[in-house]
């Protein structure tokens, strides 16, 4: 009986998981088309297919970060609906405990959570990379773009001392679009200034196009390509550069390796890679919570204001995890800290309510 029980209830939530699933995609979509059309409707590569495209290769990144919240309404949804059917006071009148029919929603969301670690993940990594490149593409031709130069690099061989920056990251690092290059004599003064309308790591030396050169009290003088000499090479770049959103689970752990090996601390790369190892343990306290204010039989409706606050209590965690996390990307606390305390918190205070609900 446990087990026949076990799988109805199984089914009801995936079931409703793919509803809610199915609801959040096609809002998001249609919500992010309508603001990208909006944003770039004055451009000359503008068309409704390619926002249309664009809007699909962003929208696993959005559905990962929506994904604890799905968990969480998933669980109060469903449970909610079983307690209006009486169908939780017949399996609690059966002898079946809280933890035994409990057990299959946390086993759903257990698989969620993996799914969205394993397959989502990778494949917003993967649109998010294709997402820039366009959007790069859309505003190149339409020549409005202004440089914002971040992130910095900083070389130094012998007397060149340059700072490099950037409005975006592609190729993995080697390519940088609107690029701002400053050069600094040994008394640390700005010597030259290069905008560049693109910047390619080759080997020994970046080739700028489209170079603006700007130097203290001289007219600025236009170049069509000019060349900067480097001691860097590509790896060190690409794991400079390398943003955590852009880097798929699977490839997180060669990453990180590879930037401790250069000397960089991978604080963001790490945070992210205990940030889905730690995901399916984020939907197990989601319905934990979800668990703590839908579980009390109620005929007509539920109270709105238990609602309401498990509603606010997996605001909160999730507001805390991304506080958190953000902390851990900047060093200021271990990355598997940062990741990992939120959520065994959460896990912990969620079954501590339940005990004390159903087991005294």
Do not use: C
């Not at 294709?130 to 440089?147: L, N």
């Not at 250069?262 to 205990?274: D, V, Y």
Request: aromatic share 10%.
């Amino acid at each position: 009986m446990i087990w026949t029980l076990g799988l109805y209830f199984f089914r009801r939530y995936m079931m409703t998981t793919l509803w809610f699933f199915l609801g959040v995609v096609s809002i998001t979509y249609l919500i992010d088309f309508t603001e990208t059309s909006g944003r770039y409707d004055d451009l000359p590569g503008y068309s409704v297919t390619g926002v249309l495209y664009l809007t699909a290769l962003r929208l696993p990144l959005i559905l990962q970060q929506t994904v604890p919240f799905i968990g969480l309404f998933v669980g109060m949804a469903t449970l909610i609906a079983l307690n209006r059917k009486s169908e939780l006071v017949v399996a609690r009148a059966a002898g079946i405990s809280v933890w035994q029919f409990m057990a299959p929603f946390l086993i759903g969301a257990t698989l969620i959570g993996l799914t969205t670690t394993l397959v989502i993940n990778p494949l917003a990594a993967w649109g998010e990379r294709q997402g820039t490149e366009i959007e790069t593409k859309w505003r190149e031709t339409a020549g409005s773009a202004k440089p914002a130069p971040i992130p910095w690099l900083r070389q130094s061989s012998g007397d060149n001392d340059v700072a490099l920056g950037a409005r975006a990251v592609l190729e993995d690092g080697t390519l940088l679009v609107d690029a701002v290059l400053l050069h600094f004599d040994q008394d640390g003064r700005i010597v030259l200034r290069q905008d560049a309308r693109t910047a390619s790591l080759k080997d020994g030396y970046w080739m700028l196009t489209d170079v603006l050169e700007t130097r203290p009290g001289e007219i600025q003088t236009r170049l069509a390509e000019a060349r900067v000499a480097t001691n860097l090479n590509e790896e060190f770049v690409q794991q400079r550069l390398a943003r955590p959103e852009s880097v798929a689970f699977y490839d997180l752990f060669q990453k990180i390796e590879v930037a401790r090996s250069f000397g960089i601390a991978p604080h963001a790369l790490e945070t992210q890679f205990h940030s889905l190892l730690s995901l399916p343990f984020l939907m197990i306290a989601m319905t934990l919570i979800a668990a703590t204010v839908s579980l009390k039989f109620s005929r007509i409706n539920q109270s709105r204001t238990v609602i309401l606050g498990g509603i606010l209590s997996g605001f909160v965690l999730y507001v805390v995890s991304v506080l958190v996390r953000a902390f851990g990307s900047s060093g200021v606390m271990p990355p598997y800290v940062a990741a990992w305390v939120p959520v065994v918190v959460a896990m912990a205070l969620g079954a501590t309510i339940l005990l004390h609900k159903e087991d005294g």
